[in-house]
Structures are given as structure tokens and as C-alpha cells.
């Protein structure tokens, strides 16, 4: 049996480095990473916290609490903005392929922004709520 979690975050790096629209906000190759690198240029998204529960009722079912943190040193919040909402339209609704599970859904839950302490950037967080079962 096969890690869900490994299994959709896999899967949620293929859709948005693939995304036409997260593309033409971040490059392309997208600057998406798991763990950025310390002179990574500016805009990015990263792959943010994760988390799996038992989904109450159905027999090898979990629950998926996804979230990505977009980072900009444009002066302002629009270009966050931007790449929140193409992230969102590539995964809210997403058919994703997962090895050794199916991917119920997965839903956009909110998104937050706000400048980060050092004043230099803006930082952005979009959460989603996915379901998983096993096949």
C-alpha cells in the first residue's frame, strides 16, 4: 500500500507545475519547491505544512489538509493575488491521478495574505481540503 499523503502531494506537484496559468505567474518551469533554495528567485510557490486524518465512516478514507505559501518582493499585494487565485483555478475541483488511492476531491477552503516581518516581501497561503481512498 502506498503513502496517500506522498501520493497527492505528488500528484498537486504535477498539476500546478503543468498549469498554463501558474506558469505565465511564476516562469516556466514554474519556481515551485518543496524546499526552496536560499537564493531562489522571486516570485515562488512552495509546498507548505500537510496533514492526514481518519475520515470517520469510510473504511480507508483520510482526509487532507494541503497547504501552499506563495512568497513576492512585488511592491504590493496584487501579484500574490495573482498567483494564489492560478493556483486555486489549478487545483479546486482537480482530477488528480494518485497511485494506489482515489482522489474524492479537492476543494479550495481560504487564502491569506500579508507582508512578511522583514518588510521585504509579501507572503501568501492557500489552503485546500482534499479526500482520499484507498483502492
Same mark, same amino acid.
Given at each position: *500500500?502506498?503513502?496517500?499523503?506522498?501520493?497527492?502531494? %505528488? #500528484?498537486?506537484?504535477?498539476?500546478? =507545475? +503543468? !498549469?498554463?496559468?501558474?506558469?505565465?505567474?511564476? &516562469? !516556466?518551469?514554474? @519556481?515551485?519547491?518543496?524546499?526552496?533554495?536560499?537564493? #531562489?528567485?522571486?516570485?515562488?510557490?512552495?509546498? &507548505?505544512? $500537510?496533514?492526514? =486524518?481518519?475520515?470517520?465512516?469510510?473504511?480507508? &478514507?483520510?482526509?487532507?489538509?494541503? %497547504?501552499?505559501?506563495?512568497?513576492? /518582493?512585488? $511592491?504590493?499585494? @496584487?501579484?500574490? %493575488?495573482?498567483?494564489? $487565485?492560478?493556483?486555486?483555478?489549478?487545483?479546486? !475541483? +482537480? =482530477?488528480?491521478?494518485?497511485? &494506489?488511492?482515489?482522489?474524492?476531491?479537492?476543494?479550495?477552503?481560504? $487564502?491569506?495574505?500579508? /507582508?512578511?516581518? !522583514?518588510? +521585504? +516581501?509579501?507572503?501568501? *497561503?492557500?489552503?485546500? @481540503?482534499?479526500?482520499?481512498?484507498?483502492?
Amino acid at each position: *500500500m502506498t503513502d496517500a499523503q506522498w501520493e497527492l502531494q %505528488k #500528484a498537486v506537484y504535477q498539476a500546478l =507545475s +503543468a !498549469d498554463a496559468g501558474l506558469q505565465a505567474e511564476i &516562469g !516556466d518551469p514554474p @519556481r515551485l519547491y518543496d524546499d526552496p533554495p536560499a537564493d #531562489a528567485a522571486f516570485p515562488y510557490v512552495t509546498l &507548505g505544512e $500537510a496533514r492526514s =486524518s481518519a475520515l470517520s465512516g469510510v473504511e480507508g &478514507g483520510l482526509e487532507h489538509d494541503v %497547504k501552499l505559501y506563495v512568497f513576492s /518582493r512585488y $511592491a504590493g499585494r @496584487r501579484e500574490v %493575488k495573482r498567483i494564489l $487565485a492560478a493556483v486555486q483555478d489549478a487545483l479546486h !475541483d +482537480a =482530477s488528480l491521478t494518485l497511485t &494506489g488511492h482515489d482522489l474524492v476531491n479537492m476543494r479550495f477552503v481560504f $487564502a491569506d495574505v500579508f /507582508r512578511r516581518l !522583514d518588510g +521585504a +516581501a509579501y507572503q501568501g *497561503m492557500a489552503r485546500f @481540503r482534499a479526500v482520499t481512498v484507498t483502492q
